[in-house]
């Protein structure tokens, strides 16, 4: 069992910035943050391999960046020029590869609300 544990979320004005942080309890392969606004659906936000190979929605392309630190299992996700849009409650993914299979975990989330 792998255990994922989000940080940093938070209330920022209109065009701040927020960093995001997920560390897992285990060696872990792709991993990803999701967000899901209030009345919508869950959406991919970024993701990130063990070798670094990154993919963007198109809505953060050019705001957000996702890097991972390997040796501590954690995957940050630099938020910046936030808008009101970007307020959801985002949710850290991390998938296991195992010879018995592929397990996926999540950890419990975390609030950004972008508000003035």
């Known amino acids: 069992q792998v255990q994922v544990q989000e940080s940093g979320g938070g209330l920022v004005q209109p065009g701040g910035s927020l960093q995001l942080s997920c560390t897992a309890s285990?060696?872990?392969?792709?991993m990803a943050w999701y967000r899901q606004a209030p009345g919508k659906e869950r959406e991919l936000v970024a993701s990130?391999?063990?070798?670094?190979?990154?993919d963007y929605a198109d809505f953060v392309k050019g705001r957000f960046t996702i890097s991972r630190d390997n040796a501590k299992n954690t995957v940050y996700l630099q938020m910046n020029n936030l808008q009101p849009d970007d307020t959801a409650i985002y949710s850290c993914?991390?998938?296991?590869?195992?010879?018995?299979?592929?397990?996926?975990?999540w950890g419990q989330g975390t609030q950004v609300t972008v508000s003035s």
């Open positions: 990130i391999s063990t070798s670094g190979t990154t």
């Open positions: 285990l060696t872990v392969n792709t």
């Open positions: 993914n991390v998938v296991r590869v195992l010879f018995t299979g592929r397990r996926s975990y």
